[in-house]
């Protein structure tokens, strides 16, 4: 399945940051048993950080789901960001956010007088 | 360990790294007794991340107060706080430390008229021993004066004056008066009147020289300048009597 491209905002967080995302999510017909996982990585298969897969059961139209996730630890890096849909155990939806997570790192040197 | 007098300007410079680039940062350098308790702040400084070290400068006035201070540095990238760092060595602010002997000239009063052909004038003169025991010192007064285009610079003139005036110590050339003051005395002289060719010498006891260097001019504005010194060549701040045209 081709991963889509999806709209996101806000891409700057700090290390180990607590952030929900939430996603507008569509899944028909109504009544089955979905999940949906957001994660952070340097490709699909290298997850940094996860909403774990969170569950909802689908109504035919959007709903808002909340994908909470603890940003990475180690910063100095863009992440992209991942949104997997499931119905009844498939997987019906792969998202790729247009932009990245950015985590910052920084360090500070010894102070000159 | 950075010691520095109370409440003077200091420039900290630090190297910062916040990758990735393109970041808007802002970092804060703050002292204080801990890092809820900041007394002197640096303020947000801005800066744009480049990927690598970046150089940042913190300007900071000390604290008033004497003491030894923490020096915390807080680092923000995106709005967000990243981290907060202590250096390693705390910042001394000194108590100001008074100089053994203190001279200031009070006053200057003039005397007579000032656009007659001699202006005179005496010195109030108070000088102080700052310290715990019994000094005893060598003063004199130095007076000069000088055209505005060609003497625009009597402190200099001072300081060449005293120089030659401390090779020449002691017994040659114009003598000392000798003071000695008893541990945080601190008493006032009156100077002798003094006119544009010397001090007259009143009390007998020492001597105020004034040596003009170059040509007089007559009519041309002159500006009157009076300072104390002493023998190890600490100078009191130099005073202007003021300008006076002399003919």
Same mark, same amino acid.
């Given at each position: 399945m081709d991963r889509q491209m999806l709209q996101m905002d806000d891409p700057v967080f700090p290390p180990s940051a607590s952030k929900t995302a939430k996603a507008p999510i569509t899944v028909m017909p109504a009544g089955l048993s979905c999940q949906a996982e957001l994660f952070l990585g340097?490709?699909?298969?290298?997850?940094?950080?996860t909403s774990g897969l969170i569950p909802f059961t689908s109504t035919g139209a959007q709903q808002l789901i909340s994908l909470p996730v603890t940003m990475p630890?180690?910063?100095g890096v863009a992440y992209h960001v991942y949104l997997d849909v499931y119905a009844e155990g498939y997987l019906l939806l792969a998202y790729l956010a247009t932009e990245d997570v950015i985590i910052p790192s920084g360090s500070v040197g010894p102070i000159t007088w | 360990m950075p010691q520095f007098a109370p409440s003077v300007q200091k420039t900290a410079v630090a190297p910062i790294t916040v990758a990735p680039a393109g970041l808007n940062c802002e970092a804060e350098l703050f002292l204080g007794p801990?890092?809820?308790?900041?007394?002197a702040s640096s303020g947000l400084r801005p800066f744009v991340s480049s990927g690598g070290a970046q150089q940042v400068s913190f300007p900071v006035t000390m604290p008033a107060s004497p003491g030894t201070y923490h020096v915390y540095i807080d680092l923000y990238a995106a709005g967000y706080y990243m981290a907060g760092y202590q250096a390693t060595e705390d910042v001394v602010v000194q108590t100001p430390v008074l100089p053994p002997f203190t001279m200031e000239i009070v006053s200057l009063t003039s005397i007579g &008229?000032?656009?007659?052909?001699y202006w005179m004038f005496i010195a109030n003169v108070q000088i102080t021993n700052n310290t715990g025991q019994t000094q005893t010192r060598r003063i004199k007064c130095l007076a000069t004066y000088g055209e505005y285009y060609r003497y625009n610079d009597p402190i200099r003139w001072f300081q060449r004056t005293l120089e030659n005036q401390v090779a020449q110590?002691?017994?040659?050339g114009v003598p000392w008066y000798e003071l000695t003051l008893s541990p945080s005395q601190s008493i006032n002289l009156v100077s002798p009147q003094y006119y544009i060719n010397g001090w007259? &010498?009143?009390?007998?006891?020492?001597e105020w020289p004034n040596w003009p260097l170059g040509a007089y001019r007559s009519g041309v504005p002159k500006e009157y300048w009076c300072c104390i010194t002493d023998d190890e060549g600490n100078m009191g701040l130099a005073k202007s009597i003021g300008t006076a045209l002399s003919y």
């Open positions: 340097t490709s699909p298969t290298n997850k940094a950080a630890a180690a910063g | 801990n890092d809820a308790t900041p007394v &008229d000032k656009y007659s052909s110590s002691p017994g040659v007259r &010498d009143i009390f007998g006891t020492y």
